[in-house]
């Protein structure tokens, strides 16, 4: 018996009994349905984390901060400087891998317009080099620069959710409000808006919001209801705390806003933080190496800061992704084993049923060959309908996933994946078979024929 021939007699075998091939099938089903969507939900999480990494600066960021004295350093607090202008200027002369620093000064409060209030995630100030470390995109007006610097001008720019949460957003007026010009407070201080970054959203919430604007609500609820905001954002991303974001020239939030704890009319000298690019990400090596040696000069030995980089975030990501492969990996798994256990014992069955049949093919000339192939044949189609079930099973798995998954994290079924789950179910289908395939190989037709 040819391969094309044991497996039309396979789909034959199967149709005559669909519903316990079917039953047999559902391990198969269930667990390609559940690698594929393991595979696919990892995938739209390791999509979203990078998608943030890269929104807030990616490799290419060194972000310095205030660390707390080392135990064995602690007899010389009082020499601590903390950071100052003079680490700025040290690493500007020292560090010439560095494109972009600038310092931070950050600053807590609260926005007012009117009886609206709101509360940034970000109120910053900073040089005009900020937005070019973390990625941020002036749309409408102007970034502030030198001269807003040097004189400490009360300007500012704004994200896109601080002007909705005090001017309004586009859904609410039905018309975007682009507020250049218009003032605020910040702590009771008057600040001029000059400019307005970008609105960021991730790749999916893009898409979704074109998809909404292509294909509008058909119709608009009805008065006296409530409307709920539709969101299947769990938490605060990276693109809600970059649109929610307000900063000012440094030394405008240094005379206006930073005030020493000592004395409430005194500028605080301390800056808050330093940020700084790199042009080559390969080089971050070196270029932690070079910020560490010139602080440790510029703070005399004493190390109160830390660096972070996205490279520990990128490692992060990495070996997240990994667990979480290897984990849901294992657990489909089981569920394939699960399906190839039933796939042995339906196959055993079988031939319990058909051992007569399998003796008169025998007794007619039936090579050992011919018997082993045609029931691994069987074993086989059972494995890769169920398969291709599975596969086709697995895309309503990864919508239902993607309905209340966060938007940042959809699914993402990728080729590879199904190749992979697919394979494996082949593979459940060959080794289930292989022992009820031997076993009928091995009958003697004699005894098979006597077979009540």
């Known amino acids: 018996m040819n391969f094309l021939n044991a497996f039309a007699v396979g789909l034959k075998e199967i149709w005559a009994n669909k519903f316990r091939a079917v039953l047999t099938m559902?391990?198969?089903?269930?667990?390609?349905?559940?690698?594929?969507?393991?595979?696919?939900?990892?995938?739209?999480?390791?999509?979203?984390?990078?998608?943030?990494?890269?929104?807030?600066g990616g490799l290419e960021?060194?972000?310095?901060?205030?660390?707390?004295?080392?135990?064995?350093?602690?007899?010389?607090?009082?020499?601590?400087?903390?950071?100052?202008?003079?680490?700025?200027?040290?690493?500007?002369?020292?560090?010439?891998?560095?494109?972009?620093?600038?310092?931070?000064?950050?600053?807590?409060?609260?926005?007012?317009?009117?009886?609206?209030?709101?509360?940034?995630?970000?109120?910053?100030?900073?040089?005009?080099?900020?937005?070019?470390?973390?990625?941020?995109?002036?749309?409408?007006?102007?970034?502030?620069?030198?001269?807003?610097?040097?004189?400490?001008?009360?300007?500012c720019v704004i994200g896109t959710t601080v002007r909705d949460e005090l001017f309004g957003s586009p859904k609410e007026l039905g018309?975007?409000?682009?507020?250049?010009?218009?003032?605020?407070?910040?702590?009771?201080?008057?600040?001029?808006?000059?400019?307005m970054f970008k609105h960021f959203e991730s790749e999916t919430d893009r898409k979704k919001r074109e998809l909404e604007q292509a294909h509008p609500p058909a119709a608009a609820p009805k008065k006296g209801t409530v409307k709920r905001r539709a969101s299947n954002r769990s938490s605060t991303t990276v693109f809600d705390v970059k649109n929610g974001a307000v900063i000012l020239p440094i030394n405008t939030a240094w005379m206006k806003f930073h005030v020493s704890p000592v004395s409430p009319l005194v500028p605080d000298p301390q800056l808050t933080g330093l940020s700084l690019k790199i042009g080559d990400p390969e080089a971050i090596g070196t270029a932690v190496q070079q910020v560490r040696n010139v602080l440790m000069t510029t703070h005399h030995g004493i190390e109160d800061f830390g660096l972070f980089t996205a490279e520990k975030w990128?490692?992060?990501?990495?070996?997240?992704?990994?667990?979480?492969?290897?984990?849901?990996?294992?657990i489909a798994g089981i569920s394939l084993l699960v399906g190839g256990i039933g796939i042995m014992n339906i196959m055993l069955a079988s031939i319990t049923e058909r051992v007569r049949e399998i003796g008169i093919r025998k007794a007619v000339g039936a090579s050992f060959r011919d018997v082993f192939l045609q029931i691994l044949v069987e074993s086989v189609v059972i494995a890769v309908i169920g398969g291709l079930l599975g596969l086709a099973a697995s895309t309503g798995l990864?919508?239902?996933?993607?309905?209340?998954?966060?938007?940042?994290?959809?699914p993402q079924i990728t080729p590879i994946a199904m190749l992979v789950a697919?394979?494996?179910?082949?593979?459940?289908?060959?080794?289930?078979?292989?022992?009820?395939?031997?076993?009928?190989?091995?009958?003697?037709?004699?005894?098979?024929?006597?077979?009540?």
């Not at 600038?102 to 900020?130: D, N, Q, S, V």
């Not at 990864?398 to 959809?410: E, L, R």
């Not at 697919?422 to 292989?434: C, E, H, Q």
């Open 26 to 56: 559902a391990g198969i089903i269930l667990g390609v349905a559940s690698l594929v969507a393991m595979t696919a939900l990892v995938k739209g999480i390791e999509n979203g984390l990078r998608e943030a990494m890269i929104a807030v």
């Open 61 to 155: 960021r060194i972000t310095i901060y205030p660390a707390p004295v080392p135990a064995e350093q602690r007899h010389r607090m009082d020499e601590a400087v903390g950071f100052t202008m003079n680490d700025v200027q040290a690493l500007r002369r020292s560090v010439p891998l560095v494109t972009e620093l600038t310092p931070e000064i950050r600053l807590t409060g609260t926005l007012a317009r009117g009886r609206k209030h709101f509360r940034p995630y970000y109120l910053i100030g900073c040089w005009p080099g900020w937005t070019q470390v973390y990625q941020y995109e002036v749309e409408h007006g102007r970034l502030f620069n030198d001269v807003d610097d040097d004189e400490a001008r009360s300007v």
């Open 175 to 195: 018309r975007e409000v682009i507020p250049l010009g218009e003032k605020i407070t910040i702590n009771g201080q008057l600040v001029t808006i000059i400019g």
């Open 314 to 330: 990128s490692e992060g990501i990495d070996d997240a992704v990994v667990g979480a492969r290897i984990s849901g990996g294992i």
């Open 398 to 410: 990864v919508k239902v996933i993607g309905s209340f998954s966060p938007t940042d994290n959809s």
């Open 422 to 452: 697919f394979s494996f179910s082949v593979g459940v289908g060959v080794l289930s078979g292989l022992y009820p395939a031997f076993k009928a190989a091995r009958m003697n037709p004699i005894q098979a024929l006597r077979y009540e």
